[in-house]
């Protein structure tokens, strides 16, 4: 990000216009147009249903390479496959939320859902719940206070994921000490 943004003081103003930086790194999620919306529907169906397709696969890649090699999985393959998901979700997002909202709604959620979950299927699926329902917070929280919104759902996302981590802590501290 920091290069990039070094790489933007360089530009020729006369011949490309760019977007602000807050644009860049918190997107623009107010002014998404419905052709936009379409394609980012398409590509999450896509998306998902080469996830579910895999989804076997892929949680035996992510968590034992070596067992995935001995059970047939063409780990090359399957690696191509997962990194260009990624990539493609990342893309297709950039404009609409920005770098920091990316990399926020791809680690804060799951990291909220960890906390709760002790299998994959569970962390995704509350991962997934975490991540839309603090975002639609954070747009109703933003609109009221008349904040930025990418800034504002990343603020959500990050004191509701220090708030459970410090209950959770507390709560099996509590637990430990009345097992004793």
Do not use: Q, W
């Not at 006369?14 to 807050?22: D, F, K, R, T, W």
């Amino acid at each position: 990000m920091a290069l990039g943004v070094i790489f933007m003081c360089y530009m020729d103003r006369s011949v490309i216009v760019p977007s602000s930086y807050e644009s860049i790194l918190f997107g623009n999620m107010l002014l998404i147009d419905s052709t936009k919306l379409l394609v980012m529907g398409i590509m999450t169906a896509v998306v998902l249903s080469v996830m579910a397709f895999f989804y076997r696969d892929l949680m035996i890649l992510t968590f034992d390479r070596i067992h995935a090699k001995v059970s047939g999985i063409n780990t090359d393959i399957l690696d191509l496959i997962l990194y260009i998901l990624i990539a493609v979700t990342c893309v297709m997002v950039a404009n609409v939320v920005g770098i920091v909202m990316i990399m926020a709604l791809m680690t804060i959620p799951a990291a909220m859902a960890n906390l709760f979950s002790k299998d994959l299927r569970g962390t995704m699926l509350l991962g997934t719940f975490f991540a839309v329902v603090l975002s639609i917070m954070g747009l109703f929280l933003s609109l009221s206070m008349d904040t930025p919104p990418g800034a504002t759902v990343v603020l959500i996302l990050s004191a509701v994921f220090v708030f459970l981590l410090l209950s959770k802590k507390m709560m099996d501290r509590h637990g430990s000490r009345r097992s004793e």
